[in-house]
């Protein structure tokens, strides 16, 4: 069975950085392509960033572009999202995600996304 579990999350001040990490179970995600979404309060749910399963061209949205930086570690089936210079406005909760079939290509529609994790807060103050 599938698990993701999201963790890194947490109160910071605008400026400041989190590094959240979604560590996977229950199968090797080495040829899937991961996804972190975000949900605020009053918003929809929104990709944040898609890594390709190749680790290739990862896609991240114009609002976090220059600031946010997704990776994965195949070794430990895990992947990452540093977020730098945080702004009130990326206040939410962030979810991992992963692809239903393998060597597929990003998307970003929650749809396209099988199986998910819990999410973990990040809340931002000014």
């Known amino acids: 069975q599938v698990h993701l579990v999201e963790s890194g999350g947490g109160l910071v001040q605008a400026g400041d950085s989190l590094r959240l990490s979604c560590a996977a179970s229950?199968?090797?995600?080495?040829?899937?392509?991961m996804g972190w979404f975000r949900k605020a309060p009053g918003k929809e749910r929104e990709v944040v960033a898609a890594?390709?399963?190749?680790?290739?061209?990862?896609f991240y949205a114009d609002s976090v572009k220059g600031r946010f930086t997704a990776s994965k570690d195949n070794a430990k089936n895990t992947v990452y999202l540093q977020m730098n210079s945080l702004k009130v406005e990326d206040t939410a909760r962030y979810y991992c995600a992963v692809r239903s079939s393998p060597y597929s290509g990003w998307r970003s529609t929650e749809k396209d996304y099988a199986y998910w994790g819990q999410g973990t807060q990040v809340t931002v103050s000014s």
């Open positions: 229950g199968r090797s995600f080495n040829t899937y392509t």
């Open positions: 890594i390709p399963w190749n680790a290739d061209n990862t």
